[in-house]
């Protein structure tokens, strides 16, 4: 009997899905419980689990984008398989080798209906003709991430005049389709750009006080709770404590509406080799060091292994980035929709300081915050940067529970 292998509906908004690859080659032999492929969407990555045993017979490929709920293979339990009897046109399990797309159907007439009611919204508003707007959706369908993608790259507002020439490729030119969660991440920064009013306000924190206070209780903290003390859940108890001062940077627009809150829900960005993803870190604050470290920690390796839900990523009131890590002096970050305010941290850098009059070599840090001018005033803004500051260099106002 064959069973099929149903591509699966992995959110509500999402109707498609990209085979990222297979596990398994074609006419292998499988157990009910092994991994048979990575799906990917515009939001995570899920992995398929034989629930059968049998023979695997792979019907759509590594690379292929199909539809939620269609069939992209299936198993034949009447059939024991084997390894090697891959028929020559099947595809390996490995990454596929780039091949040139054909351009994508652009929006097949200028008038608004049959818009989804995002992309209408967007349409007006920009005051843009989406007959010169290339669709990406499914069967070309306009998009809203279409709409802004087309303002950013300069693209004129019901303005005759020709389009941008299509894109020539030359010999050494490669051509690589974009990942869905690349596709995501794009359209989030375009969006977040085009909706906001984004300032940025920075200011500089000496790091020498969370030094002194981690080099010391470093060892006995790893002991006890079985993850590192890391800068970042300094950083995370001092953002939570400013959040609560300060609750405009914690909240969000909601069409007409302020929508505050009285939690604390902090993103994380994490770079991974597909893609920056921000994970969220629930009640952070309620959380004590030794959660917050173990949150992070077990976020971060599942975004490396790429294991991490739509859950994992959906919600957050505020986001924390750490360009530090690259190397990274100082930076602008971009908002994460729809919250009001994102964190900067950068690398810690020793720099000549006037302390009590003299000066002093110290291990200085740049901290950027970029927010919603529309919800956050200046004020608030500064005054948020300057508790978190503040905070850092006396830490005992954090509540060091781990001493």
Not at 98 to 111: F, I, M, N, T
Not at 342 to 349: A, D, N, Q, S, V
Request: some cysteine; aromatic content about 4%.
């Amino acid at each position: 009997m064959k069973h099929d292998i149903i591509a699966p509906l992995v959110g509500e908004s999402i109707t498609e899905v990209s085979i990222l690859k297979w596990a398994k080659q074609n006419g292998e032999a499988v157990k009910a419980g092994d991994m048979l492929l990575e799906i990917e969407s515009d939001k995570a990555t899920v992995e398929i689990v034989a629930e059968q045993s049998g023979q695997l017979n792979i019907t759509k490929q590594a690379g292929e984008r199909v539809a939620v709920k269609s069939v992209i293979g299936f198993i034949d339990d009447a059939v024991k398989g084997t390894a090697t009897s891959a028929p020559a046109a099947a595809k390996p399990a490995a990454t596929p080798t780039p091949v040139q797309q054909a351009p994508r159907p652009a929006a097949s007439s200028a008038s608004i209906d049959g818009l989804s009611p995002a992309t209408r919204k967007a349409v007006v508003e920009n005051n843009v003709d989406p007959s010169k707007v290339q669709g990406t959706g499914k069967d070309g369908r306009l998009t809203k991430g279409d709409v802004f993608s087309f303002l950013a790259g300069g693209g004129q507002n019901n303005v005759s005049g020709a389009q941008m020439p299509a894109k020539h490729d030359r010999p050494g030119d490669r051509r690589v389709p974009m990942p869905m969660i690349r596709q995501r991440i794009a359209e989030r920064l375009v969006f977040a750009q085009h909706t906001a009013a984004i300032l940025t306000t920075f200011n500089e924190v000496d790091m020498k006080p969370v030094q002194d206070i981690r080099a010391k209780h470093k060892d006995a903290f790893e002991k006890k709770n079985g993850v590192k003390l890391s800068f970042m859940s300094f950083f995370t108890r001092a953002c939570t404590l400013a959040l609560k001062q300060i609750p405009a940077v914690n909240a969000a627009i909601d069409g007409k509406d302020f929508l505050f809150h009285d939690y604390v829900d902090i993103g994380i960005a994490v770079g991974t080799e597909r893609g920056l993803v921000v994970p969220v870190v629930r009640g952070a604050h309620e959380m004590t060091f030794a959660q917050i470290e173990k949150g992070i920690g077990e976020l971060a390796l599942k975004a490396r292994n790429n294991k991490l839900s739509i859950a994992d990523m959906s919600g957050g009131t505020f986001t924390i980035s750490n360009g530090g890590t690259y190397g990274s002096l100082l930076s602008t970050p971009i908002l994460n929709p729809p919250q009001s305010g994102i964190l900067g941290m950068h690398k810690i850098m020793d720099r000549p300081m006037v302390v009590n009059g003299k000066i002093e070599v110290r291990p200085m840090m740049y901290l950027a915050l970029s927010y919603d001018h529309r919800i956050i005033d200046g004020k608030e803004a500064v005054t948020f940067l300057v508790t978190v500051k503040d905070l850092l260099e006396n830490p005992t106002k954090l509540g060091l529970d781990f001493i």
